[in-house]
C-alpha cells in the first residue's frame, strides 16, 4: 500500500455492549458515546455497535462477525468474577485459543489483597482469558482489561472502560481526526431538505445529518457536517447559512 | 404447537437503532431503554440491538439478519425528509417490496398542512415505503411510523417514538410478562460469586445478573432476578439473603 493509500485509509470500529442488563432495560449505556467520541478524536470511524446478551453462542457469533469486518473491536462488560461474567470465554472460543490463566493478571489481583487466599477461584476468573492475551492497565480496580487480536476487551463499569480506554488509546492506529461543525436554525427539515440534499451532492467526501428539534414551543434543524478536512465542512457551513437565510432562517453556530 | 406449549413458548425481539447521529457520540440513545421496559411488560424477550449507520447495505443487512432471527424487530430513526433519511427504502429493499407512496400516509400528511404545496417532494418520502406497510399512528408529529411484516419502522425522536409504539404495543404478542427484583449488599461480587453460581443452579429458569456498585465511598454488589414467576423469584431472593447473611452483608430489597 502506498504512502498516500495509507493517509486515506478508513480506519473502522464496532462496540459489543455486553450484559442483560442493557437489554432488561436495567442499566442505561453510557460507554458507546464516550468510546464514539473518543474515536473521532483518533480518526477511527465507528461504524456499528451491537448489545449482546450474556448468552455464549450470541456473544462468539458477534465477537466473530464484528472482528472480521472491522479494524477495532472494543467489547464492554462480562469481565467480572461472577457466573454471568462470560465474556472472556467466549472470546476465548470466539479465536479459537486456550482459555488459561495469566500469570501478569494474577500477580496484578493478588497485590490487591492482604490475604492471598481472598483471590479465591471466583476472582481468578477476573485473570482467566485466551492465551497470549495482552493486559490493558486498569488504574482503578485493579483487574486488566486486554487485547486479543483486534479485539480489546474493556470493563462495563463505565469510570473503569474509561480509564481502561485512555490506559490504551495512544496505541490505536486511526486516521486524520474526524472534525464536526454544526448549524442550527428554525426552518423545518421538510423546508431545507431539497438545498440539503444538493449540498450533500456537492460535499460528498462529509456526512451530513440532520436532525430536527422541538425546544420550548419553537421547532427548527440542526445540520451537523463530519469529515476530516476543516476548510471544506467550513466552506459547507457557509453555503448552508446561505439557503438557510434564503429560506427565512437565522442560522447559528451550535456545539456538537 | 399445544396449549402448554404455546404458553411456554418464548416470544423474542432485536431494536435496530439506525443512525450516524449515535455512532458518532452527538446523541445519546434512550430508545433502547424505553423498548426493552415495555417488552418486559409485555412478556417479550430484548435479546439483541444493533446501532447502525445511515448507509443502506448496512440497514438492509441488518434488517434481513434480525427478522430472520427474532420475531419482532423495532427500528428507530431514518423516517425523515432528509437525505440521510434512508431507513424506508431499506426496509422495501429488505423484503424486496416496490418503495411506494402510501395513500393513507399521504391523507395523514396532507392534513397537517394548510397549503397542499407544503407537502413537498421531501416531505411525500414520509409518505413512502414498502408496498402494503400498515400504519402506525404517530400522535404527536403526524407522519406515521408502519409495520411490514415483524419489522416496526418508528421515529428516532424520543417523544415520537414511545407514542408511535404505544399506539401499536397492544397488537404485540407475548408471553407472561418478564418480571424482577433486587437484592443488595454491601459484599463484593468475588465474595458471593460461589454461592450465587450455586443458586443460578438451583433457579435455573431464572435470568441471575451480579451488578457491582459504588456510592459514597462504600462498594457492594446487586442482585436482580428476572423471569415470569412471582413466587419463584421471592423463594430466590430468600435463598439469596440467607447466604448474604451468612457472608457478613445486610441484604436489602432495591429498586429495578
New interface residues.
Given amino acids: 500500500m502506498t504512502a498516500v493509500n495509507e493517509a486515506k485509509r478508513e480506519f473502522t470500529a464496532c462496540v459489543l455492549i455486553i ?12 460507554n ?6 473518543r474515536l ?1 478524536t483518533l480518526g477511527i470511524r ?10 455464549e453462542h ?1 456473544i462468539v457469533k458477534a465477537v466473530n462477525e464484528c472482528r472480521a469486518a472491522y479494524d477495532y473491536v472494543f467489547t464492554t462488560g462480562g469481565i ?6 462470560i465474556t472472556s470465554e467466549c472470546v476465548a472460543k470466539a479465536f479459537g485459543q486456550r482459555y488459561v490463566v495469566n500469570e501478569r493478571a494474577r500477580a496484578i489481583l493478588l497485590r490487591r489483597y492482604a490475604n492471598p487466599a ?1 483471590l ?4 481468578l476468573r477476573m485473570a482467566t482469558m485466551a492465551e497470549g492475551a495482552e493486559l490493558i492497565e486498569n488504574p482503578i480496580s485493579g483487574a486488566p482489561g486486554y487485547r486479543v487480536g483486534n479485539v480489546y476487551v474493556l470493563a462495563g ?1 463505565p469510570k473503569v472502560m474509561q480509564a481502561m480506554f485512555e490506559s490504551m488509546a495512544h496505541l490505536l492506529t486511526g486516521g486524520a481526526p ?1 472534525l ?1 461543525r454544526g448549524v442550527s436554525a428554525e426552518l423545518a ?2 423546508v ?3 438545498d ?2 444538493a449540498l ?1 451532492g456537492r460535499f460528498s467526501e462529509l ?6 428539534w ?1 425546544r420550548q414551543g419553537r421547532f427548527g434543524t440542526a445540520i ?1 457536517m ?1 469529515g476530516t478536512e476543516r476548510t471544506r465542512i467550513d466552506a459547507c457551513a457557509e453555503e448552508l447559512k446561505v439557503f438557510m437565510r434564503r429560506l427565512g432562517g437565522d442560522p447559528r453556530d451550535e456545539e ?1
Wanted: aromatic share 4%.
Fill in positions: 450484559g442483560n442488563e442493557i437489554l432488561s432495560g436495567r442499566t442505561q449505556d453510557v458507546l458515546a464516550y468510546i464514539a467520541q473521532n465507528l461504524r456499528e455497535a451491537r448489545v449482546v446478551a450474556d448468552i450470541a467480572g468474577p461472577t457466573h454471568d461474567d481472598d479465591n477461584a471466583a476472582r463499569i474526524i464536526s427539515e421538510g431545507i431538505a431539497a440539503l440534499t450533500q456526512d451530513i445529518g440532520s436532525y430536527p422541538y451537523v463530519r456538537v
